[in-house]
C-alpha cells in the first residue's frame, strides 16, 4: 500500500478527488467505511468510499453545471461536517482550485482571502450568511453562496445545496488530471501585509500518501482520528487526502475539545493512530490522571502531534500515563506534507523535531546561503522539488520568489541540528504568532484594533504560554480623551474576534503611552517582546520614539 504502486493510477491520473474515491471503489473498497462522523451532539453517521465516491461526484456535476471551470476558485467555510469532505472532493474532481477556511474567520479575514483569491464560489450555512453579504459588494468575483442547511434556493446567486445535489447525476468521469494542475489553496500568515494563500498541486498527493504510511504508520485495518480543522493545512493533507489516498477508514468529531469525549472516542471507535496538537496533549496532562484509567486503549498504537514544537514534558507525559509514545512531526502550510519527523523505527530525542524525510534535503544555513555546521542556530532550510511543495503564492509571484534564495527554501524558522541529524526547532524568523497550533499574523490583529475607536496605535506580539505554546499580547496606545476600561477590553476582543477570528484575540492587553517604531514606521515587536520578558532590548538606536 504504497504510493508507486497506486498512485498515479496506470493512466496516469493524478486527481486528488479521483484518487480517494474512485480510486478506492475501483479497488474493491467501495463498501468499505470511509468515514465514521461523530457530531456536536452525539449524532452518528458512517459513510463508504461508494458513498463518497457518489456524493463527490454528484458535487462535482453541481459545479460544472453552475458554470464552474477548471482552475476558477471555490472555497469550503464551513464547520466539521460531512459535507466539507465529499464537496472538497468533489472541487477537486472537477479540477477548481479549492481552499478551505476557518470556521471562526471574522469578515475582514474572510475579505482579505476571498478577494485576493478572486473566489467564484463558497460553500457555507444560513449561520455565516450575514458575515458574507456584509462583505459581498467588495468581492465582485463571488458569482456563487451555496447554503449546505438551506432547502430551498434564496436567490438567483444564493443556493441550496440540498436541492443541487438532489437534482445532480451521482455519475462523474475524472477528467485526466496531470500532476502540475493546481489543486489546493490554503491561506497563511505573514508577520507583515496580508495572508497569502500557498497554492498547491494534485503531484502533492504522492507525498501526502508516502508519508501517511511511513510516518503516520497506516496500515489498511487501521481507523485513523485526526483532530485538525479542514480549514489548516493538516485537516486536509492529513485530515483529507493521506489516509483516504490509502483507503483508510477515519473517524471524524465536530465537537469541540473535552478530554472524557475525547477519550471516549479512541475506546468506543477502537483508534489505532492518533494525529493531534501539542496544545490538545498539554489540555490532557491538566486532567486528573484517574480519568484515563477509566479508558481502555489497548487498540491505540501510535500517536503523533503537529503544529508548534512539542514539549519534552508531554512524551514525558504520553509514556507515563498512556504508555505511548508520541511522535512530533514538522511541516508547514507551504511544504503540504511532513518533511522533518520523528517516526517508527527512529529513536525519540523528547524536544526534537526529528529528522528529515528520506529524500528531503534540509539543512541549517546563514542568510548569506553558507550551511552551517551542527549546533550552530540559523535558518531551517529545504532544497526545493518535493512533491508537495507549493508551487506559488497566488496573485503574489514576488514574495513567492523570495522564498527561494541561495538554491534553498527559506522556511522561516530558525532551528539548529545536532551530531547525529536530529533537528531542533529554536523559533520563528519573523513575527507570526503560533497560538494552539495555528498562525497569527500580528499585523491582522494590529489592524482590528486600530479600527475600534479610542486606539491610536496597536503592536501584537507572541509571548510563550506553557499551555497554548505562544499566546497573543497586545500593546495599545491610546487616543487622547479614551481611558482604558473593561467594557473596552471587551470591545476589542470581540472586534478582534469578529474581524480575524477567535484564535486571534488577544490573552492580554498592555497600555502603552506609544508603540515604539523604529525611524521608517515599523513597529519594533522585537522591543515590546523584549519588554514583556525582562529581557535586554538589544540595539534601539533606530527607534523614532
Not at 90 to 111: D, P, V
Request: aromatic letters at 10%.
Amino acid at each position: 500500500m504504497t504510493s508507486e504502486r497506486l498512485i498515479p493510477t496506470s493512466n496516469g491520473q493524478f486527481n486528488i478527488g479521483h484518487i480517494c474515491t474512485r480510486l478506492q471503489s475501483d479497488r474493491g473498497l467501495a463498501g468499505k467505511t470511509a468515514m465514521r462522523w461523530i457530531g456536536a451532539h452525539d449524532e452518528r453517521a458512517e459513510y463508504t468510499y461508494g458513498d463518497l465516491e457518489r456524493e463527490s461526484s454528484r458535487f462535482a456535476n453541481v459545479m460544472q453545471g453552475l458554470g464552474f471551470a477548471p482552475g476558477d476558485v471555490f472555497f469550503v467555510f464551513l464547520p466539521k461536517m460531512p459535507e466539507v469532505y465529499s464537496c472538497f472532493l468533489g472541487a477537486l474532481k472537477a479540477r477548481l482550485i479549492t481552499g478551505t477556511l476557518f470556521s471562526n474567520f471574522g469578515e475582514e479575514a474572510l475579505l482579505d482571502r476571498l478577494g485576493d483569491a478572486e473566489a467564484k464560489g463558497i460553500l457555507t450555512r444560513k449561520s455565516y450568511l450575514k458575515k458574507l453579504l456584509r462583505i459581498r459588494e467588495k468581492l465582485p468575483n463571488l458569482k456563487f453562496i451555496i447554503l449546505v442547511d438551506a432547502a430551498e434556493h434564496q436567490a438567483a446567486d444564493i443556493l441550496s445545496l440540498p436541492l443541487l445535489m438532489q437534482q445532480a447525476s451521482t455519475e462523474f468521469e475524472t477528467p485526466l488530471t496531470p500532476a502540475e494542475t493546481p489543486s489546493v489553496l490554503h491561506y497563511t500568515s505573514g508577520s507583515t501585509g496580508k495572508p497569502k494563500g500557498a497554492l498547491h498541486r494534485h503531484r502533492s498527493v504522492l507525498l501526502q500518501n508516502r508519508t501517511a504510511v511511513e510516518v503516520l504508520d497506516l496500515r489498511p485495518d487501521d481507523i485513523f482520528w485526526c483532530t485538525a480543522d479542514h480549514g489548516w493545512v493538516t485537516g486536509t493533507s492529513y485530515g483529507i487526502i493521506g489516509p483516504w489516498s490509502l483507503g483508510v477508514t477515519q473517524v471524524h468529531f465536530g465537537g469541540a475539545y473535552d478530554a472524557a469525549k475525547w477519550f471516549g472516542i479512541l475506546e468506543e471507535y477502537g483508534i489505532t493512530v492518533w494525529y493531534t496538537a501539542p496544545t490538545a496533549l498539554r489540555m490532557l496532562m491538566r486532567e486528573e490522571p484517574a480519568l484515563f484509567a477509566r479508558f481502555n486503549l489497548s487498540k491505540l498504537r501510535h500517536i503523533c502531534s503537529v503544529g508548534e514544537p512539542l514539549n519534552p514534558e508531554v512524551i514525558s507525559w504520553g509514556r507515563k500515563v498512556l504508555g505511548k509514545d508520541i511522535y512530533d512531526t514538522w511541516f508547514q502550510t507551504e511544504t503540504g506534507a511532513i518533511m522533518i519527523t520523528n517516526r517508527p523505527g527512529l529513536p525519540i530525542k523528547p524536544g526534537s523535531m526529528g529528522q528529515p524525510l528520506p529524500g528531503i534535503e534540509a539543512a541549517i544555513v546563514r542568510d548569506n546561503g553558507e550551511v552551517l555546521p551542527d549546533n550552530e542556530q540559523g535558518n531551517l532550510c529545504l532544497r526545493p522539488g518535493w512533491d508537495s511543495m507549493l508551487i506559488s503564492y497566488f496573485h503574489h509571484e514576488d514574495i513567492y520568489r523570495q522564498k527561494f534564495k541561495h538554491g534553498w527554501y527559506m522556511t522561516g524558522d530558525t532551528a539548529r541540528r545536532d551530531s547525529e541529524g536530529y533537528y531542533w526547532f529554536m523559533g520563528r524568523s519573523d513575527d507570526v504568532i503560533n497560538t494552539a497550533g495555528h498562525l497569527v499574523s500580528p499585523f491582522e490583529v494590529e489592524s482590528a484594533l486600530l479600527e475600534v475607536e479610542g486606539i491610536a496605535e496597536s503592536g501584537v506580539i507572541g509571548v510563550p504560554d506553557e499551555l497554548l505554546w505562544e499566546k497573543v499580547v497586545a500593546f495599545i496606545a491610546l487616543k487622547k480623551g479614551c481611558e482604558w476600561n473593561s467594557d473596552l477590553e471587551l470591545k476589542l476582543r470581540l472586534h478582534v474576534s469578529n474581524r480575524v477570528s477567535t484564535m486571534a484575540t488577544p490573552q492580554e492587553f498592555k497600555v502603552l503611552e506609544h508603540i515604539p517604531k523604529n525611524k521608517s514606521g515599523k513597529i519594533m515587536r522585537r522591543v515590546l517582546k523584549a519588554r514583556y520578558l525582562g529581557q535586554d532590548e538589544g540595539d534601539i538606536s533606530t527607534l523614532d520614539i
